[in-house]
């Protein structure tokens, strides 16, 4: 039945292909690109551990991913006559940014790692290799605690570190919008988000290894889109190059291992399909005692939007640990991811495996939509409009990872709509009016041209 699924995405993906007429980053290829690359794994696994796939697995996969495509091809930008909006006027146009003013975010990126790793060792201790220490931090802050050490990191740190990591995603935008233009690297930028990543690696997480680079090749194919730059056979070397990027981060991503605190031995196959495949697997198997969540409505989906609700009103039972219980098959470990699916389903049933997608799939084709074409919703708010940074495109590649890795888990409606991401937008916000609009170099008129 893998098998089977594996072509029938494969298919898809062809279909998807044709309609979008090439745009392999729309979001409907996004999503089932990311199913296949983990029906490859989950064989292997499969295989190794002689398992099957279910029927019924196949068929929530499938309904759940039709679902998402059908959201994307009603609400893509052929309907957009459905839409009140204008085209906006902003040019692509070179972005300047003061270098002593990299200089000290640089300083301040530098800073807070320092203080985050002073604080860091201090709550869980000096001895032992980095690897121990970042295991010590990582069982101090995940899992329900398991070392019972509290890993004290003061709010003023922890709040300059977050601003460092989320404004790299301004870095980004920045650097390929000027590197469009003048095909030259500024090495100033380079390093600047070369810090975030450190940032966030310090804090033994591996996710901005992969939201930096997808946000990056997002926000690039945009800006080319808009420039005209993205003919059919540039837009076939991109993908050939993004291919190489994504093998390569795979690659980093086992290699490192060690450093962020992981201890597995695999090899990198094993290692790798192990968090690729795995999520099928575990779906699989939960299917076949399924777990269904009625104390608190959508209690696994909508986990991040209960914690800010609980914390606001102080509201205990809102504040719940979302650690989903680890698999195990034939004594090897599977992790405890199980598809963005297994959340829809334990608390809505196959009607959050249909409902639930087909609404992303409707948000992000009209995000999609209006940031590739460069459309502006009516309205009197130029928010967005007043700034040679498109701020709609640094959300969109901010979030998109969430669509490529709904084959490992729901980041969307758990993990994007939550305070926490929004305070990451309101910084990335700041610091752009800050390092950029107050700059009288990027000054706009009201017809969208600089001055």
């Known amino acids: 039945m893998l098998y089977f699924l594996l072509l029938t995405l494969i298919s898809l993906l062809f279909i998807i292909y044709i309609i979008k007429q090439g745009d392999y980053m729309a979001p409907s290829f996004l999503l089932v690109s990311g199913f296949i690359f983990s029906a490859l794994f989950s064989i292997y696994i499969a295989n190794e551990l002689n398992l099957k796939l279910n029927f019924d697995t196949y068929g ?44 000290i975010f640089i300083i301040a990126g530098v800073c807070s790692l320092a203080l985050f790793l002073i604080y860091l060792i201090q709550s869980v201790g000096y001895t032992g290799t980095w690897m121990d220490i970042m ?13 019972g050490r509290i890993a004290y990191i003061p709010s003023w740190v922890a709040f300059l570190r977050f601003a460092v990591i989320s404004c790299c995603y301004l870095w980004i935008y920045i650097l390929i919008n000027n590197f469009i233009i003048t095909k030259k690297i500024e090495w100033n930028l380079v390093i600047a988000i070369a810090i975030s990543l450190i940032n966030t ?19 690039y194919y945009i800006i080319s889109y808009r420039t005209g730059r ?34 597995s031995e ?39 939007i209960y914690d800010v609700l609980g914390k606001l009103f102080k509201k205990s039972e809102y504040i719940y640990d979302y650690t989903l219980e680890f698999n195990s098959i034939n004594s090897f ?19 959050g495996i249909i409902i639930l997608p087909f609404i992303q799939g409707a948000i992000f084709s ?54 926490n991401q929004i305070k990451g937008f309101l910084v990335i916000w700041i610091i752009k009016f800050f390092l950029v609009d107050l700059d009288q170099r990027n000054k706009i008129s009201k017809n969208g041209r600089r001055q």
């Open 266 to 304: 695999l090899s990198i196959l094993d290692y790798l399909s192990h968090y690729i495949g795995s999520p099928i697997i575990n779906f699989n198997s939960f299917l076949e005692n399924p777990i269904r969540n009625t104390q608190i409505f959508g209690k696994e989906t909508f986990w991040g």
């Open 60 to 103: 929530f996969i499938l309904a759940g991913i039709i679902a998402f495509i059908a959201g994307d091809l009603i609400f893509s930008g052929r309907k957009s006559k459905y839409i009140f909006y204008k085209r906006s006027k902003i040019e692509t146009t070179y972005i300047f940014v003061a270098r002593y003013k990299t200089v």
């Open 135 to 147: 295991i010590r931090y990582r069982y101090a802050t995940a899992y329900k605690n398991q070392m």
């Open 333 to 351: 470990g599977l992790g405890n991811v199980y598809t963005a699916f297994r959340l829809f389903y334990a608390d809505f049933g196959i009607y």
């Open 230 to 263: 993205l003919r059919s056979s540039v837009r076939l070397k991109l993908l050939i190059k993004v291919v190489f990027i994504a093998v390569c981060i795979l690659l980093l991503f086992s290699s490192i291992r060690g450093m962020v605190g992981r201890t």
């Open 201 to 219: 690696l310090a804090g033994a997480s591996r996710l901005d290894l992969i939201r930096i680079p997808i946000a990056a090749i997002t926000v």
């Open 366 to 419: 009209l995000f999609y939509s209006t940031i590739k074409n460069n459309i502006h919703i009516k309205t009197n708010i130029r928010l967005f409009q007043k700034s040679l940074i498109d701020f709609r495109v640094i959300i969109y590649a901010t979030i998109v990872h969430s669509l490529i890795l709904m084959f490992y888990a729901d980041w969307f409606y758990s993990q994007v709509l939550t305070w």
